[in-house]
């Protein structure tokens, strides 16, 4: 079963993304980490209600969401989880009104499964604008960028971003009334 996750979920979300960050899988979460983004996070229970798995959905932009934190627990691995928790990302996606689902990550061939393309990470402006500018690994990073387009959700871009990061220019109001 697939629940949103609560407040009693995240020791566990954490011991499971560090099993993975350990032997370099992905990168480590704290427990700060984890309690500001819980809203983002869903956990796959087992029968006896054990939590095996997790996954985050961030809205990035009006038409970019991202997949992050997906994680499965070693024992549980290669049962269909990862796909179960990746289908509630593409729901909540839908959900949201947002068409593209994004993923930073070394699973290139899981990813293909469930209909996910590679790109190139500059074709995704706004995620290394909002994020890669802030990550350790970000002049070095190796993971692939790839991206889910849900064909059926209506375009919807939203304001027009600075193309590059280092094009940043923060928006100002052009009349400031008191
Ligand atoms: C990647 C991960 C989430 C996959 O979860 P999982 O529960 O093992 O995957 P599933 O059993 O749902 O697999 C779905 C499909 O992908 C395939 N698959 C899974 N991992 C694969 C891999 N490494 N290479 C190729 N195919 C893979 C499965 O065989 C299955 O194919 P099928 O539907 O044809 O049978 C899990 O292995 C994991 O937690 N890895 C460590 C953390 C990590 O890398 N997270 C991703 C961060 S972006």
């Given at each position: 079963?697939?629940?949103?996750?609560?407040?009693?979920?995240v020791?566990?979300?954490?011991?499971i993304?560090?099993?993975?960050?350990?032997l370099?899988?992905?990168l480590?979460?704290?427990?700060?980490?984890?309690?500001?983004?819980?809203?983002?996070?869903?956990?796959?229970?087992?029968?006896?209600?054990?939590?095996?798995?997790?996954?985050?959905?961030t809205?990035?932009w009006a038409?970019?969401?991202?997949v992050?934190?997906?994680?499965?627990?070693e024992?549980?691995?290669?049962?269909?989880?990862?796909?179960?928790?990746?289908?509630w990302?593409?729901?909540?996606?839908?959900?949201?009104?947002?068409?593209?689902?994004?993923?930073l990550?070394y699973?290139?061939?899981?990813?293909?499964k469930?209909?996910?393309?590679?790109?190139?990470?500059?074709?995704?402006?706004?995620?290394?604008?909002?994020?890669?500018?802030?990550?350790?690994?970000?002049?070095?990073?190796?993971?692939?960028?790839?991206?889910?387009?849900?064909?059926?959700?209506?375009m919807?871009?939203?304001?027009?971003?600075?193309?590059?990061?280092?094009?940043?220019?923060?928006?100002?109001?052009?009349?400031f009334?008191?």
């Amino acid at each position: 079963m697939i629940r949103p996750a609560t407040i009693k979920d995240v020791p566990r979300i954490q011991e499971i993304i560090n099993s993975h960050a350990e032997l370099g899988r992905m990168l480590f979460k704290s427990l700060a980490q984890l309690f500001e983004d819980l809203r983002d996070f869903a956990v796959f229970e087992d029968e006896d209600g054990r939590v095996m798995g997790c996954t985050a959905v961030t809205i990035i932009w009006a038409d970019l969401a991202e997949v992050r934190s997906l994680a499965v627990d070693e024992a549980y691995r290669g049962r269909g989880v990862g796909r179960q928790l990746v289908e509630w990302c593409v729901d909540e996606a839908r959900r949201l009104g947002i068409r593209k689902l994004m993923s930073l990550t070394y699973e290139q061939r899981f990813f293909e499964k469930l209909g996910f393309e590679v790109v190139q990470k500059e074709s995704l402006p706004l995620k290394v604008w909002s994020d890669c500018v802030k990550c350790p690994k970000n002049d070095a990073c190796d993971e692939i960028a790839m991206v889910l387009e849900l064909e059926d959700v209506p375009m919807n871009t939203g304001p027009i971003a600075q193309p590059t990061p280092r094009g940043v220019s923060i928006p100002v109001l052009e009349h400031f009334e008191d």
